[in-house]
Structures are given as C-alpha cells and as structure tokens.
C-alpha cells in the first residue's frame, strides 16, 4: 500500500483509503432509482437464485418479484399513495421484505416498529406517523389498541409464508394477510417514476439515551450502502447472508436485509433469534456472512461443540461495545473452530444508515471499529464545534457521506442540533460518541457524550474511564458504570469462578480503582447482578439501570 504524506487531519488525508486500493475498480457510483430498482437491476437476470431462506421454505428471486407486487397491488387497493406512511410492527418474515419493496414502488414510506412495544407505544408510534394502514404480528391485540385515524389493520402471521393458515379468531377491525393480498388481485402493477431522493424508510433511534426520534432514509441513502459493503465483505452469488438483526433497526433493513438482497446474497430469516440456540443457527444454515451483537456471541462461546466453522466469511458485530479481552476470546473460539478470519466490527447509527465504519483482516486493530466506508468520511470534532481535531486527540466522532438521513421526523429542530454545515462545505451528523482516530485511519469509540456524569459543578466524567480499569480485574465479567443525582453507581456482573464475599470485592475495587481515576469519580455503591439489563436488540440499556437505582422499577440488588 502506497504512502502518503498526512496533512494532520483525517477529513484531509483520509489515511483508510489505503485499504482500498485493489478493491474498488473505477468510480464507486451510487445507482439511480429506488430500493426496488436496485435489486431489480442487479437479480432480474438470475430469477433462479434463492433470495429467502424462512426455516424449510426457499424463495427464488422469480418469487419475491412476484410476491412485492401482489403486494403492491393490495397496498394501491387500500388506497396508499406515494409519500404516505405505512406502518409495520413485524419481526424478520418475509412478508416484511415484500412490504418494504412494495411500498418502495410506490413511493410511500416504511415505518419500522418494534412488535414488543406496549399498547401505548405503539399507539404512539401510529399516531405519530399518521398511518392509515397498519401492518401488525397476528399475536396484538388489535381490539384494545384503540387507533385513531388507523383505516386498516392487516394481523400477519409469522407462519404466513410456511403453512396454509386459516384464522379463526382474528379482531373485527383488522383483516388477515390473504384476504388483503386478495383485495389487490386484478389491479395491474406499476410503479412511481424512480426518485432516489424520496424517503422510503422510517426507523428510530434507539432510546437508549433519550426518548426514540424518527429517522427518515432515502432511497439513495440505503443503496449507498449496499454499494460500498460490495468491496468490504466481496459477496459473491450464491452466499449467504444470516439475518439476526431485527427489521425495526436501521441496520436490520439497510444492511441486513436490502445489502444482501441487492447483491445477489440469499438472505435467512430468523424472526425470533435466540443467543443460546445460536450454535444450532450456524450449524444449520451454515451462512457466509452474519451480524450479530457482542452479547449473542457469549453463549456460543460457552459451548462445547466441535462444530466446523470455516465456512464463516464475515463474523461481525455490532451495535455495542466490545471490549478488547472478549474480542481476543470471540477470535480464539473462531480461529480453533477452523474459521480463517477474525471478528469483524462495524459502527454507525440510524442517521448514517446503519453503519458507516467497519473492518477486515487486513485493517482489524483489536479495541478498534475499523476504517470508514469507502465513501464516507469520518473525523474527530470538539464537541460542540466544527473545529477538527487531530489523530489521537479525543472528541465528538462526525460522519459526512452518501448514507446520512434527511432528517428527524417532524423534528427540525433535533434535527439542526446534530446536521452541521462545516467551513469545508459539507455537512457532519454529529454522532455524540467520543472517539479518537489513529494515523491508519482506525477509529476507536470511546463512550457517548450524553452519557457523561456531571459530579458537581467543577468536576465530571465518562463512564468508561471506570469502567476500563474494572474490567481489567479477574473477577469482573463485566460492568456498567452510571450516575444519578451526582453519585456514581458500577453495575457488576462477576465470572461465575468468583467465590469472595461482596464486601472483601468492594474493598479491593476501591482500592484498585483508587490508583486509576480521580477521587471525585470513586463509585459511591457496587451493584452486583448476574446479567446487565439490554435493551430488545442486545445493547446495555443504561436507561433502567438509571431507574433501578431511582426505585422506579423494581430490582434486588439492595
């Protein structure tokens, strides 16, 4: 790889690039048109290829093109038109692929929802939206949703796609699956003059740190990226790709699902993915690629089985943390299970699409997300400002790319507060992470701004400046470190070899602890817990850990 002389500041040398050469031929261009155009583009010609895998039932690509338009038949027969929001509160089935594609031809817009939210949330969540058709798991009940405005509700089975169904009790304001396909039937297919600028996907922030944002995707925005993961995991046809990642995440439509798809990957289903089964998953499915996140790892790497891995491409993660003693194990589990690369780590966020960082052997530095994709651009900023910071200095990680939303739903301005217009002339999604990059362009995530513990007036500081040094000690598992009112309080989840007692730990905690950060920042309580709270996708919810310690929910750690 060739060297060139840095200027100081990776949004000028942009020193990953290197890592590209012999990767991209020629202008990496993004296709015109929507979602729909693209897989048509790149799958028309092969209709035998097998685009799903739904547990025994393969579906070729001749199918799925069917399939979204009988689809989209039914949504013009219900009156959906371009630039309207539908709805969908699905798991991973099928029947989600064909919606997303559908309403793509259209020009309407897919609003992913998570189908384990609570009456109220989801009530929240149409309303807000404003649909007027609603695609939900036949397991709601529908009945006591009370949807104001909701003109039809279609109850979707995960078993649509696998058996002949007949539903005997369905709510009397909702229809079942067939009988909306069958509404469509007749009505011709077609579809709006493509306009790879008009929103297609609506997903949402993850809550984590503050209440959940609509997020509005472009068309353009998730091709972008099926284009530049291309030259990052080099799929070839015919591979596979296992989809865990749900739709109602960014990542879940825009790499999961649209990335492979696109490219020619058969994509697996699994609507309810199970950790502790994920070592069946494999075994059974024996896909090329997969995402999971760094918790799904941790009961494969329990087992004891002597299954063979070496047909495994991309073992990636995502989605949270990964700290650097559990990435060497997750590597030393695939190297002795006979898969020939190591874990791959990727980072982004709804706003940029999904990801807008990742990694392979040959740019994969341990603790480190990786390089920027080939056509985004991310440098470190002081928080706050659009002043860029040199390699290793840490502060705000910001994205410039293909790949960034238009914008918060119905939120300007939320959506002013993180889109800034530079003195470069491009414009940053300013992440809230903090980060640092290195010289070879290798990111590496820190912690999030937001998640910063003001002490007192004169003194704060990030969780993971406590959390690093706890981690390093035998005992510890792991740990989450949060503050509330000014008083720090350090989750711990202890190796199940740990046999001391809670209070000789406490003891040697502080005093470890003591000879690492400032006195101000010592743990005021140690919460011991077997696991740490995640959120629905495997993300260490800091939210009830917070409400653990203020009572609000229950807990029994005291």
């Known amino acids: 790889m060739k060297e060139r002389k840095l200027m100081g500041y990776p949004s000028i040398d942009k020193p990953w690039l290197k890592y590209y050469e012999g990767k991209i031929s020629g202008e990496m261009l993004v296709p015109g048109g929507t979602v729909y155009d693209f897989l048509w583009q790149n799958n028309s010609v092969h209709p035998k290829d097998i685009a799903l895998r739904y547990f025994w039932r393969k579906i070729d690509y001749r199918k799925l093109f069917s399939k979204i338009d009988d689809v989209e038949r039914a949504l013009t027969a219900y009156g959906v038109k371009a630039g309207e929001i539908v709805t969908i509160a699905l798991p991973s089935i099928p029947e989600v692929v064909y919606l997303f594609y559908a309403l793509a031809k259209i020009g309407a817009i897919a609003n992913m929802i998570d189908p384990r939210l609570s009456e109220e949330e989801l009530r929240w969540h149409i309303a807000e939206a404003g649909s007027k058709v609603v695609f939900l798991l036949s397991s709601i009940k529908a009945n006591s949703l009370q949807l104001h405005g909701v003109e039809t509700i279609v109850m979707v089975s995960p078993l649509e796609s696998l058996l002949p169904l007949n539903h005997k009790t369905i709510p009397t304001s909702a229809v079942r699956w067939n009988t909306f396909l069958r509404v469509g039937k007749g009505g011709s297919a077609s579809k709006m003059p493509c306009e790879a600028e008009r929103s297609v996907l609506m997903t949402h922030t993850s809550g984590t740190t503050g209440y959940p944002k609509g ?27 296992l989809c865990v990642i749900p739709p109602f995440i960014a990542f879940g439509v825009c790499v999961a699902i649209h990335m492979p798809l696109s490219l020619g ?69 695939l190297a002795a299970h006979g898969c020939k690369h190591k874990v791959v780590k990727g980072y982004g966020m709804s706003e940029v ?90 990111l590496f995530v820190i912690d999030r701004i937001k998640r910063l513990i003001r002490v007192d007036v004169d003194h704060c500081i990030l969780p993971s400046k406590i959390e690093r040094p706890l981690k390093e000690l035998i005992e510890v598992r792991t740990c989450a470190v949060v503050g509330l009112n000014g008083d720090i309080f350090a989750f711990i989840v202890l190796n199940k070899e740990c046999d001391i007692e809670q209070k000789t730990l406490i003891s040697r905690f502080d005093e470890w602890l003591a000879g690492k950060i400032p006195t101000f920042a010592m743990p005021k309580k140690y919460v011991f817990c077997d696991a740490l709270p995640l959120t629905p996708v495997g993300k260490v919810d800091y939210r009830t850990m917070e409400r653990m310690i203020a009572g609000e929910i229950d807990n029994d750690y005291e």
Request: net charge negative.
């Open 215 to 241: 997020v509005l995707l472009a068309n353009n925005a998730i091709n972008a990226l099926a284009v530049q993961y291309q030259c990052v995991i080099t799929p070839k046809r015919g591979d596979s790709y």
């Open 353 to 442: 699409g999904s990801s807008a960082c990742t990694c392979w052997d040959d740019c994969n530095s341990v603790g480190s997300v990786g390089i920027p994709l080939p056509q985004m651009t991310i440098s470190i900023f002081k928080p706050g400002s659009g002043e860029e910071l040199p390699y290793n200095d840490e502060g705000e990680i910001c994205f410039s790319g293909p790949s960034m939303m238009q914008g918060y739903f119905k939120n300007e301005s939320a959506t002013k507060s993180v889109l800034w217009r530079h003195e470069d002339g491009r414009l940053w999604m300013h992440s809230g992470d903090v980060g640092y990059m290195t010289e070879d362009g290798m």
């Open 265 to 333: 990957v058969t994509t697996v289903l699994i609507p309810q993915f199970n950790a502790g089964e994920f070592g069946k998953i494999l075994k059974k499915y024996k896909p090329n690629h997969f995402t999971c996140t760094p918790t799904n790892f941790e009961p494969l790497l329990q087992e004891n089985s002597k299954m063979d891995l070496d047909f495994i491409k991309t073992p990636a993660v995502g989605g949270d943390s990964m700290d650097e003693e559990f990435e060497q194990g997750v590597n030393e589990y």
